[in-house]
């Protein structure tokens, strides 16, 4: 102990690679399918159809009530129980992060589709544009334009989530270093490492959205 | 054209239109008016079922609003309707702002609702902001934009709920110019607005509200020379010694 060996990295760079781009895959796919099931969730919880409301609400609650640890867990036993084989570690945690996000991305939504005036809505419909249409070509653009900043935010959230992917052993960008780090016993250089690209990753991305976000207020 | 038979509405307990019962003729234009909070903008948000209410008829055009057989969307879509704040749809330019539903609900093609938007422009006289969006126009521009929007769906009425109650001052009179104009062209017209001068003009009929209760409904020379009740009076004195 005491000489550190940061050439392990370097080393290891095709391997640890291949880990981040699996972490990336999951964050973005994860996202977008959260969005988009989030998006359905949140037009089901401010519907007037009651059942509908219900169902939707009682998604949000049931999945912002637990913690995404229990989710991953429940998800890598129970897909292969329901799909009678064995799918790899990726579709399960796959499917686990976009039902989980998509409760959050779900209110994030509504609290979008909620700040667009009412009026405007009442103009669409006015025009003689459907419910559906009124949502898709007038309230919805107008609602995620309002929303890009915080859901870029929960996207951040999620990308340092996807590291819980460790209760199942997924080759992540986190489970790639800790092989390595305890393969060649450079936990400390490898821990080091993997915290410096998670904070500059984050950080980076935060700004950005910090600086779209002053672009968008001007 | 339109038709009002015993409408009631409520809010929870609060019953916001009482009895209301009227009619406005084809090329018609009438002029609703009264204190705020007498249900004037509720009376002709009913039109369009963009308020539902709870008791009576509303038929336009013979059709009946409340009745389910009714295609609602295609009742709406010719029924154009101006907002007091204008509610152009600020992500679409202006042009966009009055293709949109032609093309979704009319099923125009694109190159066919953008010449009907250019002409309703020229009408309006801002053909030369086409491309721009809504926020970079005044509110007077917006409201015309408002109006020519309406008019795209080729309605058979159009209803006007406080045009120009939104407006600076020195803009009041574009709007109120442009709506004269579609008055003089022969547009049936329902009008909720507090500019007296605008329904002495063009107005055939004023309808007085108060209370949820449609107090007059008089030819308008009748209104304002004689108004029937003691409460259009003391209106009529607070809004027109200024």
């Given amino acids: 102990m005491g000489d550190f060996d940061f050439a392990v990295i370097i080393d290891n760079m095709p391997f640890l690679l291949k880990g981040m781009q699996t972490t990336l895959l999951l964050t973005a796919l994860a996202m977008v399918g959260g969005i988009v099931l989030g998006t359905l969730l949140a037009l089901a919880r401010i519907s007037s159809v009651k059942p509908l409301s219900f169902v939707a609400a009682s998604y949000i609650n049931f999945f912002r009530s637990l913690p995404l640890i229990l989710v991953i867990f429940w998800f890598y036993f129970l897909v292969p129980l329901v799909l009678g084989r064995p799918v790899g570690g990726f579709y399960s945690v796959l499917v686990a992060f976009t039902l989980f996000e998509a409760a959050y991305y779900a209110e994030i939504i509504r609290a979008g589709i909620t700040s667009v005036r009412a009026g405007q809505f009442q103009a669409a419909r006015a025009l003689g544009l459907s419910y559906g249409q009124s949502m898709r070509f007038v309230v919805l653009p107008q609602a995620f334009r309002a929303m890009i900043p915080v859901l870029l935010t929960q996207g951040i959230i999620l990308f340092q989530d996807t590291s819980l992917v460790y209760v199942v052993g997924l080759k992540d960008f986190l489970v790639s270093a800790e092989l390595i780090a305890n393969r060649d016993q450079r936990l400390i250089e490898m821990f080091t490492f993997v915290a410096i690209v998670y904070l500059i990753i984050s950080y980076s991305a935060s700004q950005g959205v910090r600086m779209l976000q002053r672009r968008m207020q001007r | ?242």
């Fill in chain 2, 1 to 242: 054209m339109i038709t009002f038979e015993n409408v009631n509405k409520y809010y929870g307990d609060f019953q916001v239109l009482k009895d209301c019962s009227t009619h406005v003729n084809a090329k018609e234009v009438v002029v609703v008016c009264g204190p705020s909070g007498s249900g004037k903008s509720t009376l002709i948000k009913c039109v369009n079922g963009l308020e539902p209410f709870q008791s009576g008829k509303i038929t336009v055009n013979n059709v009946s609003l409340g009745d389910k057989n009714t295609d609602q969307n295609k009742l709406r879509a010719r029924i154009g309707m101006v907002f007091q704040n204008f509610e152009l749809f600020p992500h679409l330019s202006v042009v966009q702002n009055i293709c949109l539903a032609q093309e979704k609900v009319l099923n125009r093609s694109p190159s066919e609702s953008v010449e009907r938007a250019h002409a309703l422009l020229e009408r309006v006289g801002l053909l030369n902001q086409a491309e721009k969006f809504p926020s970079q126009l005044s509110g007077g521009q917006q409201q015309r934009v408002a109006i020519a929007r309406g008019l795209a769906m080729d309605p058979v009425v159009m209803l006007f709920d406080e045009p120009t109650s939104a407006l600076d001052p020195e803009m009041i009179n574009e709007v109120l110019d442009v709506m004269v104009q579609l008055a003089n062209d022969g547009m049936t017209m329902m009008v909720v607005t507090h500019e007296m001068g605008f329904a002495k003009r063009v107005a055939d009929r004023v309808i007085f509200m108060d209370e949820g209760h449609i107090v007059e409904d008089e030819k308008t020379d009748v209104f304002f020379s004689n108004p029937g009740s003691d409460r259009a009076k003391d209106f009529l004195s607070k809004i027109l010694n200024h």
